[in-house]
């Protein structure tokens, strides 16, 4: 049987999230943010003061990578975490002040690495690459 990584679905998702993830990297840099920490802000933007173990959900990373990351926006004073009343082991973790302040700085640069990354193509392809994508990712469950 003959197969071309070229050719891959697998191969080109791989290699294009390898590309735009480089691309972001790089326009969040003055910024001193990594698209990792961008993501768990970009979570705590849509709701803040939530468990660790929820942020591990909904940014799809596990445990460890999260408390990793979460220790070094800490460390930069863009998040705090506080003992979760009801559960003595967890933490919630909320915005400081600055840390929501990035918000209007990070999300324009998003939109324009989002902008560069889909030229020339339409908003209905895009859309229609989004319910492909989101069907692939469901059936691999």
């Known amino acids: ?30 910024h001193d943010i990594t698209v990792e920490q961008w993501g768990l802000l970009n979570r705590l933007w849509e ?10 959900e909904k940014s799809c990373k596990d445990q460890p990578n999260i408390t990793r990351i979460l220790d070094k926006l800490e460390e930069k004073g863009l998040i705090r975490r506080e003992p979760d009343p009801d559960d003595r082991r967890a933490f919630l973790v909320y915005l400081t002040g600055e840390g929501q302040a990035l918000k209007n700085k990070l999300v324009p640069i998003a939109h324009q690495t989002l902008e560069r990354a889909l030229t020339g193509i339409s908003a209905e392809e895009t859309d229609r690459l989004k319910v492909l994508l989101n069907k692939i990712f469901h059936n691999l469950d």
Not at 14 to 19: N, P, Q, S, V, W
Not at 47 to 56: I, N, P
Request: charged residues 30%; glycine residues 8%.
């Open 1 to 30: 049987m003959k197969f071309s990584l070229d050719d891959s679905l697998g191969f080109i998702l791989g290699r294009t999230a390898l590309k735009m993830k480089n691309s972001f990297n790089q326009a969040l840099k003055p």
């Open 47 to 56: 709701k803040d003061g939530v468990s660790q173990k929820e942020l591990a």
